[in-house]
Nanobody, 123 residues
Framework: QIQLSESGGGSVQPGGSLRLSCAVS????????MGWFRQAPGKEREGVAY???????NYADSVKGRFTISLDTAKNTLFLQMNSLEPEDTAMYYC?????????????????WGQGTRVTVSS
């Protein structure tokens, strides 16, 4: 059973940085997808960044060049480094993981989720 727990959210001014962490357990050693998602008030949840067991990375266009996803397999921790934050990045952020069946992770259906951590970008 895959379990996930996020931390690292908070409030930051525009242009600032935050690093989100997600402790992950129970995921397969090979053939997995992991991702960060966010949901802003009144909006649908959207995928932000993905990583698979090959190290393939994918990002939403809105965060390319500003956000970086990484996985420390020794510590079983997924990270999202967020730089140059904008008010539009304000949202609840969730990490998710799923055994990879086929295809790219950005097309996967994720069934294992963390509880979320809130990020607020405001002056």
């Amino acid at each position: 059973q895959i379990q996930l727990s996020e931390s690292g959210g908070g409030s930051v001014q525009p242009g600032g940085s935050l690093r989100l962490s997600c402790a992950v357990s129970g995921y397969p050693k090979y053939m997995y997808c992991m991702g960060w998602f966010r949901q802003a008030p009144g909006k649908e949840r959207e995928g932000v960044a993905y990583i698979d067991d090959y190290g393939t990375l994918n990002y939403a266009d809105s965060v390319k060049g500003r956000f970086t996803i990484s996985l420390d397999t020794a510590k079983n921790t997924l990270f999202l480094q967020m730089n140059s934050l904008e008010p539009e990045d304000t949202a609840m952020y969730y990490c998710a993981a799923e055994p990879r069946v086929r295809g790219a992770c950005y097309a996967a259906v994720f069934n294992n989720w963390g509880q979320g951590t809130r990020v607020t970008v405001s002056s």
